[in-house]
């Protein structure tokens, strides 16, 4: 379903993501995971087609992404940004449902799928009417999170979504999380630097590095199968989120 085939990028002379290829499995949760600066929230914006490679390209569902159709194709992904990036003047619900007023949506039909996003997101219905600064860290999260499941994307991609968070909120958003990709059966791609919700979300884990992975499989598989010191050194760092998990 997303496909990179030979990307690279680079800011100056700093080459962010060296080039590499991988493919997204479609129905699964695949994360990516490395230390700040390793390139992964540049990798998630390759692939969401919010920047350009400099070589290799980007596929969904075989169709190469480039000037010409990513605005469409862009419409079959879904994107939660660091932070939740909602726009303060809007409240919740004309933040949720941006996109499809955008596109000229009747109004019965967003009502009807703010309803849907509502429930499923747990966000209680009193907050639609409200700003984002009336609303809870929590709560603006849930909000990005409808705004991004408001067109039924087929990839959902979301960058650090609950790093800001305190410990007690992430952990409820972590458990809602899992259970609405569970549900819809979506692509998922999660960035986060944490290895215990890495292994909580993942299916498939990519561990960068300066710009390249390192290895990919499975949280047992970067435990007991390590390919290089780094990445033993990088999970050997964050024991306690790891027996959190049962790693």
């Not at 590499?20 to 692939?47: A, D, F, N, Y």
């Not at 747990?122 to 849930?142: A, C, K, Y």
Request: glycine residues 10%; contains cysteine; negative net charge.
């Amino acid at each position: 379903m997303l496909e990179l085939a030979g990307v690279s990028k680079s800011f100056g002379d700093l080459q962010v993501v060296k080039p590499l290829s991988l493919k997204i499995e479609p129905g699964k949760t695949s994360v990516l995971i490395g230390q700040s600066g390793c390139g992964k929230s540049t990798l998630l914006r390759l692939m969401v087609g919010l920047i350009p490679p400099d070589e290799g390209d980007v596929f969904l569902d075989g169709e190469r992404i480039e000037p010409s159709n990513v605005l469409a194709l862009r419409q079959k992904l879904g994107y939660v940004i660091q932070a939740g990036g909602l726009f303060p003047h809007l409240t919740a619900h004309d933040n949720a449902s941006l996109m499809a007023q955008y596109l000229g949506w009747e109004k019965e039909k967003i009502d009807r799928r703010i309803g849907e996003l509502a429930e499923l997101t747990h966000l209680p219905r009193e907050s639609l009417g409200r700003f984002p600064g009336q609303l809870s860290g929590g709560q603006r999260q849930r909000v990005s999170l409808m705004r991004a499941l408001m067109l039924e994307p087929e990839v959902l991609l979301l960058d650090e979504p609950l790093g800001a968070l305190d410990p007690m909120i992430r952990r409820d958003l972590q458990d809602d999380l899992r259970a609405i990709f569970l549900e819809l059966t979506t692509t998922v791609i999660i960035v986060t630097h944490d290895i215990g919700e890495a292994g909580f979300f993942g299916d498939t884990i990519f561990l960068m590095q300066d710009g390249k992975i390192l290895q990919r499989g499975t949280l047992e598989d970067l435990v007991r199968r390590p390919e290089d010191e780094f990445v033993s050194t990088f999970i050997n760092a964050q024991r306690s989120p790891l027996e959190s998990v049962g790693g």
